[in-house]
């Protein structure tokens, strides 16, 4: 595998969303036909499709999507493989803890493969497991500030209404979450990742375009 791989999911009217969140909705506002151009407008919320959490989604006074420096969501990432997950289950250091041996070696950016982005779109896919708590504090310990899943939620979306720990720990440190990736369980254990959020000012998070790069070692 080489060149740059696309870890989003397409943005279009209807498609998956958190529970409770705005639906999305696109309609064409203008025609190369009636108008000489063409025109769509655009209803969705900020955490629709793949896309980053600010601090201030959970924290209040935490910090916004604009004050995010670009630089946080661009370098080396690790990609922690969690292997065949059941629906429903928690993900730990018995997962994947064997492949924090070495550390991150320099690395703040943490994407975690479960493959359940193969039920996006299915009723299936918010049955998704889920990270413990005390894994998202390892790699906190560890220097991660961006932690990356490719399901609905680092966190239980079906049990959400009794909490979101995983939010709380990762953004209460100051950190930040993407949820909703794809394709991670096809990458290499070290990549370069690209996912810029949109300049929008005040908000708690944006939909990124989230794109990585295989790392080959010495001899591959």
């Given amino acids: 595998m080489s060149g740059w791989i696309d870890l ?4 279009r ?15 064409p506002a203008a025609t190369v036909a009636a108008h000489g151009f063409e025109v769509h407008s655009l209803h969705m919320g900020t955490h629709s499709g793949t896309h980053v959490d600010s601090p201030s989604h959970i924290i209040g006074e935490g910090r916004t999507i604009e004050s995010i420096d670009l630089n946080e969501l661009m370098g080396e990432a690790v990609v922690l493989h969690a292997g065949s997950v059941p629906p429903g ?13 070495g550390g991150l070696a320099g690395a703040r950016i943490v994407l975690i493969a479960t493959g359940w982005d193969r039920y996006w779109g299915a009723e299936e896919y918010l049955d998704h497991p889920f990270l413990e708590p005390m894994l998202a504090t390892r790699l906190l310990n560890l220097g991660a500030r961006v932690i990356g899943v490719d399901t ?3 966190d239980s979306t079906r049990d959400a209404e009794n909490g979101l720990p995983v939010h709380r720990t990762v953004l209460g440190d100051g950190g930040l979450i993407i949820e ?9 254990s070290r990549v370069r990742f690209i996912g810029l959020p ?12 989230a794109v990585a790069e295989p790392i080959c070692s010495a001899g591959e």
Avoid: A, Y
């Avoid at 409770?20 to 909705?25: A, E, I, T």
């Avoid at 909703?180 to 290499?188: C, E, M, S, V």
């Avoid at 949109?198 to 375009?209: A, E, H, K, N």
């Fill in 8 to 11: 989003s999911h397409e943005i």
């Fill in 13 to 27: 009217s209807g498609m998956t969303v958190f529970p409770g969140d705005p639906g999305v909705r696109i309609e």
């Fill in 89 to 101: 289950t928690p993900i730990g250091l018995t997962h994947v803890g064997h492949q924090l041996e």
């Fill in 152 to 154: 609905l939620s680092p």
């Fill in 180 to 188: 909703n990736l794809r394709k991670l369980d096809q990458l290499p």
């Fill in 198 to 209: 949109l300049r929008l000012t005040g908000m708690d998070g944006s939909p990124i375009r």
